[in-house]
T-cell receptor, first 112, second 112 residues
Framework: EDKVVQSPLSLVVHEGDTVTLNCSYE??????LLWYKQEKKAPTFLFML????IEKKSGRLSSILDKKELFSILNITATQTGDSAVYLC????????????FGGGTRLMVKP | NAGVTQTPKFQVLKTGQSMTLQCAQD?????MYWYRQDPGMGLRLIYY???????DKGEVPNGYNVSRLNKREFSLRLESAAPSQTSVYFC???????????FGPGTRLTVL
């Protein structure tokens, strides 16, 4: 059974801080790892990672995957109050078609 | 291009009542999914449909049934609602090739 564990469960920082969110996984036949941001409603896609060591970057957000150690991190630099959300990590398994297994999420609160 | 749409947005049921949640996507995706999200539990897969004409159980299928009506529509039915089914329900879709899933806005269901 595929498993995704995110840490920390929650985090409170001040604007301008840098945060690192962690995602570790166990999967039978790794296909991809995805990060989503969820504010009040539906999750919105951030990154998809398939290869180790290649950083994906979008503005102040970046993410990297380590397929040997089975984890990924999501970094947010110069945080803003608009970054407050739940960040979800999910893994895709080649043995499971298009199914994704989601972690429980990290709740980030950025204070002014 | 509306993406993934869900109806209704909110619903209150009494124990034992039945209802159907509707989902439609206009992205010509092959795969569609139903998730439930409970506080602190992340997203859990109820059922999915890898392609038109097929449906499979996910992690928490008990108490639910689904119908893949056509390529666009995937409905979720609660035959006899129970308070344990109080949750937020998300529908999602994805292209067969890529794992990125696009989510609908969600349905908040309360069972009294």
């Amino acid at each position: 059974e595929d498993k995704v564990v995110q840490s920390p469960l929650s985090l409170v920082v001040h604007e301008g801080d840098t945060v690192t969110l962690n995602c570790s996984y166990e999967v039978t036949n790794f296909r991809s790892l995805l990060w989503y941001k969820q504010e009040k409603k539906a999750p919105t896609f951030l990154f998809m990672l398939t290869s180790s060591g290649i950083e994906k970057k979008s503005g102040r957000l970046s993410s990297i995957l380590d397929k040997k150690e089975l984890f990924s991190i999501l970094n947010i630099t110069a945080t803003q109050t608009g970054d407050s959300a739940v960040y979800l990590c999910a893994v895709g398994d080649n043995n499971a078609g298009n199914m994704l297994t989601f972690g429980g999420g990290t709740r980030l609160m950025v204070k002014p | 291009n509306a993406g993934v749409t869900q109806t209704p947005k909110f619903q209150v049921l009494k124990t034992g009542q039945s209802m159907t949640l509707q989902c439609a996507q206009d992205m010509n995706h092959n795969s569609m999914y139903w998730y439930r999200q409970d506080p602190g539990m992340g997203l859990r897969l109820i059922y999915y449909s890898a392609s038109e004409g097929t449906t499979d159980k996910g992690e928490v299928p008990n108490g639910y049934n689904v119908s893949r009506l056509n390529k666009r529509e995937f409905s979720l039915r609660l035959e006899s609602a129970a308070p344990s089914q109080t949750s937020v329900y998300f529908c999602a879709s994805s292209d067969r090739v890529y794992n990125e899933q696009f989510f609908g806005p969600g349905t908040r269901l309360t069972v009294l």
